[in-house]
């Protein structure tokens, strides 16, 4: 039968090369997939990559179905786009309490220049039969037992499969380069930095967008108090998104809209152990993107990464104006921006894109214009300002 599409944004799509087939992957293609037939008579190397893949995305549905858009995908660009090759593969993960969904926006033209696409889904996200509560259902990975380090093992087997499609000769371009790009935004920022430091020379870039390294201030405390056990703050205490969640689901988000203190601070002890281990390397691209305004994840964080990240590795950082929020990557986030402005006032998205797409092509920086009102602590002045629109 043929895959349902939803539409995202109004530019042609291409005609993609779905590597696995069963389910629809792109969630927002106007056209109908063609079956894996590239890669004919596969070598015994691209046998394991796609066998350790399968594994992982088994091990991710084997807890019951997903939230719709939830799956996490491994998607190739078409054949027609790519005559020499592939350029290589971007890993993107998604946020806290998200699914692969968040990142709609930049799948298809990630594939469109030329890229495999691979949209991991982090423990314990997009379990449909949890969606209602995840907190009574300790789906999440909790601070608690030391359950935070199911991200670095989520972290750890991706980083298996990209090695292994590195090594697959019938993968690689006429010049014999297949390179590996790391995306990821918030708690998927954070699995993206931990990556490139657990693997160091795997990938060629790494973007960082809104990384938790550290919870905003107020929120950090209460999340110490929770796991400290101070009077009066429990662990299970039940947090969520805001009275607009469910409102916001229903116009196309998809994730949980509630969660536990223990829970968030599972997130938050993996940053921090994350901001802990950052260090510079030497031929890796880095962009490192944030908010002024931001409040749920900390921008002194941030700014003390640009300096552990710098030195031997090539790395740019910018930060978008205050009046974009944290979650400022998905219109179904952005409801009263995007849905119901009809995109008019999310004027960033478009130049984000092209941001994101440009970075993974050849590592070129972010658009910046003017300063932010933040100093860099590598003494080079104030932080650039990214670009809303160019």
């Not at 889904?121 to 935070?148: F, I, M, Q, T």
Request: glycine share 10%; net charge positive.
């Amino acid at each position: 039968m043929p895959c349902k599409t939803r539409v995202m944004f109004p530019f042609a799509f291409v005609v993609l090369a779905q590597l696995f087939l069963g389910s629809c992957q792109v969630r927002n293609e106007a056209q109908p997939s063609v079956g894996a037939g590239e890669l004919q008579r596969p070598s015994s190397r691209s046998q394991r990559w796609k066998n350790l893949w399968q594994n992982y995305r088994t091990d991710r549905l084997q807890h019951g179905g997903l939230i719709e858009g939830c799956s996490p995908s491994l998607q190739a660009p078409a054949a027609a786009q790519t005559p020499q090759g592939a350029r290589g593969v971007v890993v993107f993960y998604h946020g806290f309490t998200m699914c692969p969904k968040q990142l709609d926006e930049f799948v298809i033209p990630l594939l469109q220049a030329g890229f495999f696409v691979m949209t991991p889904l982090l423990r314990g996200h997009g379990l449909k039969a949890h969606d209602n509560d995840p907190v009574a259902n300790k789906v999440l990975p909790r601070v608690s037992e030391g359950g935070w380090r199911a991200y670095l093992e989520d972290a750890s087997r991706v980083n298996e499969i990209v090695a292994e499609m590195k090594r697959d000769p019938e993968l690689q371009g006429n010049d014999g380069r297949f390179e590996a790009v790391m995306m990821g935004f918030s708690l998927g920022g954070a699995v993206a930095l931990r990556s490139v430091m657990e693997e160091r020379g795997l990938y060629e870039r790494l973007l960082a967008i809104a990384p938790l390294l550290e919870l905003g201030r107020a929120t950090a405390r209460t999340a110490a108090a929770a796991v400290e056990g101070v009077a009066g703050v429990a662990k299970n205490v039940v947090q969520g998104h805001g009275a607009n969640c469910p409102a916001d689901n229903a116009a196309g988000r998809a994730g949980y809209c509630r969660f536990s203190m223990d829970q968030l601070s599972g997130a938050r002890r993996f940053g921090v152990n994350t901001a802990e281990s950052l260090s510079t390397q030497t031929g890796l691209r880095v962009q490192l993107v944030g908010t002024e305004g931001d409040k749920a994840v900390s921008l002194e964080a941030l700014r003390s990464a640009e300096v552990s990240l710098s030195g031997r590795s090539d790395l740019s950082f910018c930060l978008y104006d205050e009046k974009i929020k944290h979650a400022f990557i998905s219109p179904a986030e952005n409801r009263a921006e995007f849905v119901e402005a009809g995109g008019t006032r999310m004027n960033w998205l478009e130049g984000l894109r092209k941001n994101v797409v440009n970075f993974a092509k050849d590592g070129q920086e972010f658009a910046v214009g003017g300063s932010s009102a933040h100093p860099s602590r590598r003494g080079t002045g104030a932080i650039p300002r990214c670009k809303r629109i160019f």
